[in-house]
């Protein structure tokens, strides 16, 4: 799956601009965007972790600490575990 269709699905479910999810501001909710694509980013393509880092312009250790913070979050928190799970579902349709 192509990484902008993620960054789609992502953006328009969370709400947040695709430029902001790519861009430098940390506000909490574009920080859970970001983190949202690069979890499933990994799940969803064939990218490796460089290519999904430099699509949303960051580090490998950003993509690294994203994977366990959005583990944890889907553990933990229910709100963000329904999010989730609609985006996943989003996107699993999108391959068939």
């Known amino acids: 799956m192509k990484l902008q269709l993620i960054l789609e699905t992502v953006s328009t479910t969370t709400g947040i601009a695709q430029e902001l999810v790519k861009g430098s501001l940390r506000k909490e909710e574009v920080i859970t965007a970001r983190f ?8 969803h393509s064939n990218a490796d972790y460089k ?32 999010l989730y799970e609609t985006i996943n579902n ?5 391959k068939e």
């Not at 949202?36 to 799940?43: G, H, P, R, S, T």
């Not at 312009?57 to 329904?82: G, M, P």
């Not at 989003?90 to 999108?94: D, M, T, V």
Request: net charge positive.
């Open 36 to 43: 949202l694509f690069f979890y499933l980013a990994n799940q």
């Open 90 to 94: 989003q996107l699993s349709l999108s």
């Open 51 to 82: 290519q999904i880092s430099s699509f949303v312009n960051r580090k490998d250790k950003t993509y690294y600490h994203a994977l366990k913070k959005v583990q944890s979050w889907i553990e933990c928190d229910k709100n963000f575990r329904a």
